[in-house]
């Protein structure tokens, strides 16, 4: 009878084990292990049974737990449609979310973040961070809050367009987070998120002339930039984040528009070369400035464009000579453009009209190897170490 009830409650503890916990042993409590061990029960069966309990308290730990124990930084690249949300998770499990698809659609961009979250084996977001204040980044905040806890909110002040749309957006994202902590970010602030670094190099049309660590570099394309004519919208207001995990980086700007690319990255670029960039604004034209894209020189990018909105051929283009045809990552075929401004296939995750919201995971170590699968097809491309 004993050794029934002693099953009973191992089983029990499993089920409410903490799903953050990387050490197996760690989910069954000591007392158990110690009550197994010391019970009248038949020494040989305790012995089966305490391997076995580890082994189920193993299968109870979901798949970021290993990634944790393997130290990589996680960044899930959320199909919302050609809005944003990118979810990032450190090893230490901390995690950050930059904006949140918009509003509508039952929900759907908050179920596509938390299928996202469910892979890394996060139960709350620790940081939201809202670039701007557009319907296709922070509608979806009011969903999302229903959902899922948050620990603070991050942006860059008050909304600066003068539109109805946005007002109300607005509006409807401080009603929304009510009494969570909300902070104003500047250029040049650190956002703590343990395991990573992660700098703001934009904020409120503002930007850093430099970012610790990095030397920056004179930009040669800057000579033969167009001028370009400043957006009163709130999208050159952007926070644009530089995040570092060793010599691994990622680059996401949000929506900036040209004309503060070039502030950023002209003359002289702080950014230095980044692993990973977003490409800026969906991959519309407004953004993605040789300028800026050549400067970086980033191994891979991921364009977050809908089947119908960014995709822009120009941007497509700018975009993959800076990183190759093969290392440009689409969420979308852009069914506005052509074959020849388009990734290949393989390289997208939702290859015809809106999808089934796949989308990309991208797992990094600390020596700058990084690799991108596709969630649709299951295909994995390595970066090595470089
Ligand atoms: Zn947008």
Redesign the pocket.
């Given at each position: 009878m004993e050794r029934v009830l002693l099953w009973l409650l191992s089983e029990l503890m499993l089920l409410t084990c903490s799903s953050r916990i990387p050490v197996r042993t760690e989910c069954i409590p000591h007392d158990l292990l110690q009550r197994i061990h010391s019970s009248q029960m038949n020494r040989t069966l305790g012995s089966l049974l305490v391997p076995f309990l580890l082994v189920l308290a193993s299968a109870n730990i979901p798949a970021h737990a290993a990634s944790a124990k393997n130290q990589r930084l996680l960044i899930y690249s959320i199909d919302v449609e050609g809005?944003?949300a990118t979810l990032l998770v450190s090893p230490s499990g901390a995690s950050m979310l930059v904006d949140t698809g918009w509003p509508g659609s039952n929900g759907r961009d908050a179920e596509r973040i938390e299928t996202a979250m469910k892979d890394a084996g996060i139960h709350q977001i620790d940081k939201v961070l809202i670039t701007h204040f557009?319907t296709?980044?922070v509608g979806g905040v009011p969903e999302l809050v229903k959902r899922v806890k948050v620990g603070e909110f991050l942006d860059h002040g008050v909304n600066r367009e003068d539109s109805d749309i946005t007002r109300k957006d607005f509006a409807a994202y401080i009603a929304a987070i009510g009494n969570t902590p909300r902070h104003t970010l500047h250029p040049g602030d650190a956002i703590k998120v343990p395991g990573l670094d992660v700098i703001v190099v934009t904020a409120d049309g503002e930007h850093v002339a430099s970012v610790p660590g990095i030397k920056p570099e004179a930009n040669p394309s800057c000579a033969s930039e167009p001028k370009w004519t400043l957006d009163q919208s709130e999208n050159p207001r952007s926070v644009g984040i530089l995040v570092r995990f060793g010599k691994f980086s990622f680059l996401d700007l949000g929506?900036l528009t040209k004309p503060k690319e070039l502030d950023l990255v002209c003359p002289n670029s702080p950014l230095g070369h980044v692993s990973l960039f977003l490409a800026s604004?969906?991959g519309l034209d407004q953004s993605n400035s040789k300028s800026l894209v050549d400067s970086i020189h980033a191994r891979a990018a991921i364009m977050n464009n809908g089947a119908h909105k960014g995709g822009s051929p120009t941007a497509w283009q700018s975009v993959s000579e800076s990183v190759g045809a093969k290392n440009l990552f689409m969420l979308h075929t852009a069914e506005g453009s052509d074959t020849a401004h388009n990734s290949a296939e393989d390289m997208i995750a939702n290859p015809r009209g809106d999808g089934e919201g796949h989308y990309f995971k991208v797992a990094a170590d600390r020596d700058g190897s990084f690799t991108v699968t596709n969630t649709r097809t299951g295909a994995t491309k390595k970066y090595p170490a470089d």
């Open positions: 809005g944003q557009h296709d980044h929506d604004h969906h």
